[in-house]
């Protein structure tokens, strides 16, 4: 439990790290230093700075996934689905920004095996985010809308909010979720 | 007149390949060669990388500048507003997406007064852009939503297009223009 506690606080640490000063300027030296412990305790932990980026990636891109595929066997209507794509994504932003920044800025650093693994995430995760807006169109649940504009736009937004959020922590997660839900399904007119 | 013309393709082909390697990467000699001409000829032309950069990205921000200006000074209501601004960002978008590739990447390559100058437009604009948002809420135009989050998801998907269309050039541009302001202004279902 010790050791799970620790291994949490390296992430949360690194993650913050990797945000300020991007994944490949960050020496495992640094990441000791902001814990206050020598190197050579890091390592008890740790096998390397690769094993951190794999755990800080791999685990938010899970959990994606595992969210997303109960959203898409679920009996909801697509509104309901893309509500809780919202959700979602606000709920990881709110708890977990610097993990996400790491996500976007860093993935491509992740080595053979794990690259492709979270590739292949990601291209699902996209694949039915697509499939909920074609399905939403073609039952007349959405507008007959370019089906690419409404995928780009609500994905934009919410694979950005990250960036923005950072600085407006004030908005807490259940505001943020109920007028970003009306703002991308519903529109500001 | 074939002065100005060089100007262009000089800018033209700096902005494509500042998009591909990078600003700093980039050297005189790499846009010469792309050129098909001399070193030496590009420096008849233009004195340095930073005064393309200083071309490409002035060039642009002013005339967001302009556009947003004109704008703000019309009796349109906010909602006639927020579509010009749509409107103004997918013709910069269609017409020039390497320039503004460079502008969102490059733009703190820029040297000292030019790139005050940048950050001072940018910072107008985006005030411009919040008065009408605060205003068509105020007006009862727009909905009572956080202005904050209305603002954000529209800023990032316009701010972000470029990267979208680069990959989408088949969408013409009266469709995409048409596509965006339902889908930012009035929604998907």
């Keep these: 439990m010790k050791s799970l506690d620790r291994k949490t606080e390296i992430i949360t640490i690194a993650a913050k790290l990797f945000k300020e000063k ?10 000791a230093q902001a814990m206050d ?10 096998k390397s700075k690769q094993e951190i980026l794999v755990l800080i990636i791999i685990e938010i891109a899970e959990e994606f996934t595992k969210v997303m595929n109960e959203i898409m066997l679920s009996d909801e209507t697509c509104i309901q689905k ?25 993935w ?3 080595a053979d095996a794990e690259l492709a693994y979270f590739i292949k995430m990601r291209e699902e995760y996209e694949e039915n985010f697509r ?3 074609m399905k939403g169109i073609a039952d007349g649940e959405l507008k007959k ?20 959020y ?3 922590k004030s908005l807490n997660a259940s505001v943020l979720k109920s007028n970003m839900t009306q703002v991308l399904l519903h529109g500001i007119v």
Tied chains: 1, 2.
């Design 145 to 164: 809308l370019n089906p690419e504009v409404i995928i780009f736009s609500i994905h934009t937004t919410l694979r950005t909010l990250y960036l923005w």
């Design 37 to 46: 412990i020598k190197a050579a305790s890091l390592y008890n932990h740790i």
């Design 131 to 133: 499939k909920i807006i």
């Design 108 to 110: 491509m650093h992740l």
């Design 22 to 31: 991007g994944y490949s300027a960050v020496t495992m030296r640094d990441i």
């Design 82 to 106: 893309i509500e809780k794509v919202i959700q979602l994504h606000v709920d990881i932003t709110v708890r977990d920004s610097d993990a996400l920044a790491s996500l976007n800025a860093d």
């Design 166 to 168: 950072g600085k407006k």
